[in-house]
């Protein structure tokens, strides 16, 4: 497993870890007759410091939503220790500053919205005037204060995803737990969730999310956290998971063909209309340059190609490589 | 312990207003329909037997509707919620597995006392309407048929912890059924001598005894139950929920939602 | 499409009431009440109901009612072998119900076509009766009459309706009539004064309506013999027995009508002056 060095600059105090998980582990019984074990978490060592916002990337299956239900008391560990906020998992203190949204959320049909978030600003002991302040704040914050009154059986579910997010913060909490929190979603909803993990972090609150859509992590996550088979397989700030992997460059140039001399440095070429695309080794970026132009084209721009989150999971989950390379999408979008 | 009390009655409130909005009320329309029948029709029967055949089936349909009632809804309380995945938003807020638990029945609780005391005042209103004055010694039945109705609350939601809504319906019946026929279980010996005491009287001590709750008959003819009766008839209804009703939570406590 | 479906619907409902009518021509209308013949006993059906047991009672009950005639006296093609389990069941889910005892004595012992003309069955469900019910005086009261009228025995009669008088809340006369019965060993007026204490304890019904009858009966016993009275009186005078009654009328010796208490013109025998009630009346009774 690689673990890259989570510390902050040295010249920063040392972050408060919000939620640490040691030897998390859990097994499922399988079979009717003849019983086995299927692990769902094996030795689940993680951390979560304050104020981040903490990705936690698997494919379905891995591990993730076990994580979380392990978490907020859904499901009783095999073994490990857990804690929460400074608190031991089983105690209910760490609850009154915590949230969760689950997967697929369903909340009671025959209620609203609002009656919905009342009901929860009562679990949390929270007085008439700031539920129903809350209520409306919230919904107002998800884009549901039109909807504020109509029973939950008649919303969509992307309606639901959003009333299931506002429950989760109906106690103003300090960390978050969200469970796919883009499922469901079109893209504007997706805007919006994205919007609003940002402006938790902002606000000085932690995130942690499961997602399996990789791109989202790679656009919101400080750090990222990596499980395959119920196993954290590495876990760090994106840059450093990805960063030793950035070996080629990308080169747009045109007025030159693909068989021009000095070309054949390029590891591929690409027609993209009157242009070319070419991927090139950094040391023979030089090279590649000088050819171009002595065959009397223009270089129009350079770009790093950076492995995504996606090529780095796709190759250590052992399938393909696919690197933008290999997918003919450009360094700038295109394709 | 104010947090837990306000949390478990939040619940609570919940819970009747989910059986108001699932129109579980509405079996008091046909009650009423059928009181309302009855009473028209029994019309060419001498007149005390009006009144004692109106309260036979008022009170018969209290005990079978409120028995209809607290099997069908109750093992939906918690199987439900499991099979819908509802609960996890609420289990991760400060509310116990106990709070939520113990809530779920206060609220069909109510609903019952609701339901039961609703009948109770069309019973009245059937017989002033028919020339009868209504008759105090009724609570008598009806007190009792709630402490039943209550006890198997306590048993649809145990069964509906450990296994699906339907089979939980199933066992719940059973156990009611089973219980009715307490008596007869009990009075075995009389009827089959070869049975082995000890069986007769573990099979007896197993199942609680409905026809505890019974008073139906003594009331219909005016007589009342003795407040004694009824306040061990309460200590015996008491103690079984309880019972039953901790042997559900240990269930749902332990339990695992996958 | 949807009229189609209509007609089928339409169709298939009709089915019901004429496939109803067929099975009723093959069965009866009141299986329900014939069942109790081979199926149940009192203790079965207890068994069968725990904790409805007095809703129980009242469907049997009703099921009896119905079946013997709500409010009509004369009723016939009706199976009185079905009258003693149908009470029995009904007594056994409520032995309190106090009317079902005394309905089925009553059409237990009258004769029929009235009744199953078996009065020692109809005293036996009111000795379960007065075993349930020892507090009832009118069970009781019931008791010792029914002695003195179905089976002539004033003896026990007399005893039993004592043992009535003595339950707290008893009627006042209950001792006089007992020493009465004993000493005239159950004549007319002692009979009359027992179904006129029935015809008022009873509520509108059948039990009232069949009390009723009996005082016309007495009525017409009291007529009839008043009438042969007539007819001896004028055979004194003339020597010979009047040739047809409507003779007494012009000698003066009979104002009244001819007829017995439900209309029927009474019976005469010229050649022996007997003046009977005819058995067409239903004032008529065995002897």
Known sequence: MVRSPTGPAADEAPRERVLVTRRLCKSYRTGHIIQGRRPALVDLDLEVLRGEILGYVGANGSGKTTTFKILMGLLKPDGGEVTILGAPLASRAWRQRAGYLPEHPYLYDYLTASEYLDYCGRLFGLGRETRRERARELLSLVGLERSADIPMRRFSKGMLQRAGLAQALVNDPELLFLDEPMSGLDPVGRRLVRDLILAQRSAGKTVLFSTHILSDAETLCDRVAVLRGGRLLSVGPLGELLKLDVTHLELLVSGVAAGAPGLEAASRAEAVGDRLRLLVEEGSLGRVVTAVEAAGGRVLGVQPVRRTLEDYFFEELGGAPQGAAARGAGAWGEG | ?258 | MTWRLALLLLAAASLVPASQARIDQHTGTFRAQEEVLYLWSGEHVRRLVPGFESLAADIYWLRTVQYFGGQRLFVSGKRFELLRPLIDITTTLDPRLEIAYRYGAIFLSEPPPLGAGRPREGVAVLERGVAALPESWRLRQDLGFFHVLFLKDPQTASRILIEASQIPGAAFWLRTMAADVLAKGGDRASARLMWQRMFEQSEEGIIRENARVRLSILDSLDARDALAAAVAESARRHGHWPARLDRLAAEGLWRRPLADAAGYPFGYDPSTGRVFITDQSPMWRPD
């Open chain 2, 1 to 258: 312990m104010g947090g837990r009390l306000s949390r478990t009655l939040a619940v609570a409130a919940n819970t009747f207003r989910e059986t108001v909005r699932e129109r579980v009320l509405y079996n008091l329309v046909f009650f009423a329909i059928l009181l309302t029948v009855a009473g028209l029709l029994l019309g060419q029967l001498s007149v005390r037997q009006d009144e004692k055949i109106l309260k036979d089936i008022g009170l018969a349909a209290m005990d079978l509707f409120g028995t209809l009632i607290a099997v069908f809804i109750g093992t939906g309380l918690v199987s439900k919620e499991i099979e819908r995945r509802s609960l996890y938003p609420l289990l991760a807020k400060p509310l116990s597995r106990g709070e939520f638990y113990l809530g779920k029945f206060a609220g069909l609780a109510f609903t019952l006392l609701v339901n039961l005391g609703a009948m109770l005042l069309g019973l009245l209103l059937t017989l002033l309407l028919t020339g009868r004055r209504p008759d105090p010694v009724l609570l008598g039945a009806v007190f009792p048929i709630l402490l039943g109705l209550l006890l198997t609350v306590a048993f649809a939601m145990l069964f509906s912890s450990l296994t699906s809504a339907t089979l939980a319906a199933v066992l719940t019946v059973s156990v009611v059924v089973v219980g009715r026929f307490a008596d007869v279980i009990r009075g075995m010996r009389d009827v089959a001598p070869g049975v082995p005491p000890a069986l007769v009287n573990a099979l007896f001590a197993i199942v609680p005894n409905f026809s505890n709750f019974d008073f139906k008959s003594k009331v219909a003819y005016g007589d009342a139950v003795p407040a004694a009766v009824l306040g061990w008839t309460m200590l015996y209804a008491a103690a079984w929920i309880v019972v039953v009703l901790g042997l559900g939570l240990a269930a749902f406590r332990a339990r695992d939602f996958k």
